[in-house]
């Protein structure tokens, strides 16, 4: 921990415990969610009535059950994984530990179009079905569809059940020799070891990691459109942009925010307080069963189904498209949207950083309430899903470029124009507000790592805090920041939900040339850049299995 600086909360922080920069910073992440308020209560004229009576009711049943169906699957495929990793031993285990968290490197967008064409009549699945059965058409045989609800589930879970493996396996591991030895003192081995012990032990794990998983469900907009599902978020977009009232997707976005602050909230209260993994000191790791036979193909096979169907498949497929149409690397359409994407989530993810980073300093050493409530506030933005941002900055921020343009026409004759609301600003800012707590998190992980004595010396050379901090500890963050700058790139890179509602006109990114592209069955030829959006997720993915496979040879 870092040491507080030896000065009063007044003239370090301020009357309220923290400083002006921390609240301003909070401020602007929270602009997006005040505007949103102020424009719900504007006028829908008959389109409320309308989605009142027609819309709202479905789309609710249909967004509660997609959760449910989400939240079921992801916590069977993550725990199930989990528990085969951390508590056994089989081969091909020390690849898969790592090769389970690859289906987070594919969009949950990206997922749903491979899925139709793999899935689909036209596919191979049901092209080997026909060969091997006979048939001539669909009438003569039942194969379940993949634009449905069920559908959707099935896609999002693949995709998702990564946040629950990661979170369990972490605790599962944590948990230490001395529970699961008393478990099996007190007679309970295999299945009634698991169900009686380590799983009600690992409740807050398996908490975080469907929220987590929820949170995403709530987002995803291209997924749920693409496979017909009807959720609150395609809602938010059809009301918005068919129907032409902001006002009207204002109030249904207003309800999607109490639907994921709900969920928060379920997430803190299951936790009860208790850590995610028990305390290190005296921690032994508990020795792994070794498997054989029988069962370790099982287990083997069980943890290759998930990587198999969530990554493989659809990478797979992705390849076999581009592998045709390798020319479509020189289009400029494909130049245009790469460069756009990579500059957006160059800035978005240098401004997040640092903003973080800022917000680091500026709360180091505070344990005020308000302090507290500042920092919930600057970091929720990950948990509002990008339609719902995306409705508040372009309110807010158009209302300023009016403003502007209003006052710079009459003091100087010039027109402005859409300065900030027309450009690839509001993504950025978007994105920005979005991904903040990613950044924050990786900093803060990093800053809990020093011991505070390297910021208490340079104080007892005569360094202020913030000199302190920025010649001593900043460096000792490389690694942080590092991890920081790639995780926001990686996260920008994918978004497509906020993206989508607030890329200028003649912007596309790699995410919006995949979604127009696929909008009018054209997927084969956005394979290329699908893959691009899939190599880079790749990335902080693997870095993530090796770091967990460095942890696990120093535990053993």
């Known amino acids: 921990m870092s040491i507080p600086a030896p000065s009063t909360k007044r003239t370090a922080s301020g009357q309220w415990g923290i400083s002006p920069a921390a609240g301003v910073i909070a401020a602007f992440a929270l602009l997006p969610l005040a505007s949103l308020l102020v424009l719900a209560f504007g006028d829908t004229g008959d389109v409320w009535g309308h989605l009142l009576k027609n819309v709202l009711p479905r ?32 081969p091909g285990r020390n690849v898969l530990q790592w090769m389970l968290v690859l289906p987070l490197a594919i969009p949950t967008y990206i997922s749903a179009y491979c899925f139709v064409d793999f899935l689909g009549f036209t596919g191979p699945v049901q092209s080997l079905l026909r060969a091997a059965g006979g048939f001539k058409s669909p009438a003569e045989y039942w194969f379940p569809e993949v634009r449905s ?75 749920v459109e693409y496979l017909g599902v009807r959720t609150l978020t395609f809602s938010i977009f059809d009301t918005w942009l068919n129907r032409s009232s902001l006002a009207g997707a204002a109030q249904i976005a207003c309800l999607l925010l109490v639907i994921a602050g709900l969920l928060l909230h379920l997430e803190r209260r299951s936790r009860g307080g208790r850590s995610y993994a028990m305390k290190q000191g005296g921690f032994v790791a508990p020795s792994r069963i070794r498997l054989e036979g029988r069962s370790a193909f099982a287990a083997t096979f069980l943890c290759a189904i998930p990587f198999f169907i969530g990554f493989a498949v659809p990478v797979a497929l992705m390849l076999r498209f581009a592998a045709v149409r390798t020319e479509q690397v020189l289009q400029p359409q494909l130049h245009q949207a790469a460069i756009n994407s990579i500059l957006v989530s160059s800035i978005t993810a240098v401004v997040t950083t640092f903003a973080a980073l800022a917000f680091l300093v500026a709360l180091r050493g505070s344990r005020s309430k308000v ?61 920005s507000v979005r991904f903040f707590t990613v950044a924050h998190s990786a900093l803060d992980a990093g800053h809990q790592r020093l011991s505070g004595r390297e910021a208490m010396a340079g104080r007892t050379l005569g360094r202020t805090a913030l000199q302190a901090f920025m010649q001593v500890e900043l460096p000792m963050l490389k ?37 127009e592209l696929s909008s009018r069955a054209r997927f084969e030829d956005a394979a290329i850049a699908s ?5 880079l997720g790749v990335v902080p993915v693997v870095l993530l299995g090796r770091m967990n496979q460095r942890q696990d040879s120093t535990k053993n």
């Open 479 to 515: 690694g942080a920041i590092l991890t920081s700058l790639l995780l926001v790139f990686v996260e920008t890179m994918k978004e497509l939900s906020a993206t989508i509602l607030l890329r200028p006109f003649n912007f596309p990114t790699l995410a919006t040339h995949v979604y």
């Open 371 to 431: 302090a507290q409530l500042v920092q919930q506030a600057a970091t929720l933005g990950y948990a509002i899903p990008g339609s719902v941002l995306a409705i508040g900055m372009l309110f807010a921020l158009t209302r300023f470029d009016n403003l502007l343009d209003a006052w710079m026409r009459g003091q100087f004759g010039l027109v402005t124009g859409l300065l900030l609301s027309g450009s690839a600003f509001i993504v950025v800012y978007a994105c």
């Open 149 to 223: 609800l069920p559908g959707a589930i099935f896609v999002l879970s693949v995709v998702l059940y990564p946040y629950v493996y990661l979170t369990c396996r972490l605790l599962f591991e944590y948990q230490g020799r001395a529970v699961i030895e008393a478990g099996r003192m007190l007679g309970a081995n295999g299945f009634r070891l698991f169900f009686s012990v380590a799983l009600p032990l690992a409740r807050p794990a398996v908490a975080a990691g469907i929220a987590l998983a929820l949170l995403e469900t709530l987002n995803d907009i291209g997924a």
């Open 59 to 90: 789309s609710l049943a249909v967004t509660a059950l997609l959760m449910c169906g989400v939240a079921a699957c992801t916590a069977a495929l993550g725990i199930g994984a989990a528990w085969l990793v951390s508590r056994h031993d089989f």
């Open 531 to 535: 893959l691009a959006i899939v190599a």
